[in-house]
Every structure is written in C-alpha cells, then in structure tokens.
Nanobody
Framework: QVRLVESGGGLMQPGGSLRLSCAAS????????MGWYRQAPGKQRESVAT???????NYADFAKGRFTISRDNAKNTVYLQMNSLKPEDTAVYYC???????????WGQGTQVTVSS
C-alpha cells in the first residue's frame, strides 16, 4: 500500500502560479509513474501530467507550456508547478502513484485549486 500526501493547493488569481507537492510513503516500488489528475465539478477526472522514475514526462494539451512536472526520487515526491493559471484550471487535483510491476493506481486525497479574481 502506498500513502500519498498532497499539499500546495489554494486560491490564486488568474495569471498567478501555484506549486503542488505530493509525498509518497509505504510500499514504494523503484520503477513507477507518479503524476497529477484533476477533477472539476460536474466533469470527469482527467490526466494533467505524469512522470516516470527516469524522468520521462507526459502532459495533457492544456498543461503544455504552463505546467511543469518534476520529481525527487530520493524523497519519493512529485511536484507540479502551475503558471499562468486560468479560471478553467479550478479543480481538485489528485496525486497518483502507479508501480509498473502491479499497474495499480494509488490516489491521494486531493487538494483544491481555485483560480478566481
């Protein structure tokens, strides 16, 4: 079992920046994928960005050029730097951890990001 603890959400004006963090603990397989999903009210959960243990990244189209995902393998922590935030970025952001060998997703509790003037 993997426990994920997220932090960094909050209220931000359009055009501002936020940095989300997610620390994983527990049964951490060395070969894994970590990332962020989000879910806005009335919408399905969608992928934002993912990063593998060796640093390969994948971004949703809406995140490209504005969001940057990174990770610190020594700390089992993944980050999401979000710049040029828009009202449509408002959502609950969820951290995900997936061990390649099991293919099972472990989810964090979610952190609210609200972009509003």
């Amino acid at each position: 079992q993997v426990r994920l603890v997220e932090s960094g959400g909050g209220l931000m004006q359009p055009g501002g920046s936020l940095r989300l963090s997610c620390a994983a603990s527990g049964s951490i397989f060395s070969n894994n994928v970590m990332g962020w999903y989000r879910q806005a009210p009335g919408k399905q959960r969608e992928s934002v960005a993912t990063i593998t243990t060796d640093g390969s990244t994948n971004y949703a189209d809406f995140a490209k050029g504005r969001f940057t995902i990174s990770r610190d393998n020594a700390k089992n922590t993944v980050y999401l730097q979000m710049n040029s935030l828009k009202p449509e970025d408002t959502a609950v952001y969820y951290c995900v951890f997936r061990a390649i060998v099991t293919g099972t997703n472990n989810w964090g509790q979610g952190t609210q990001v609200t972009v509003s003037s």
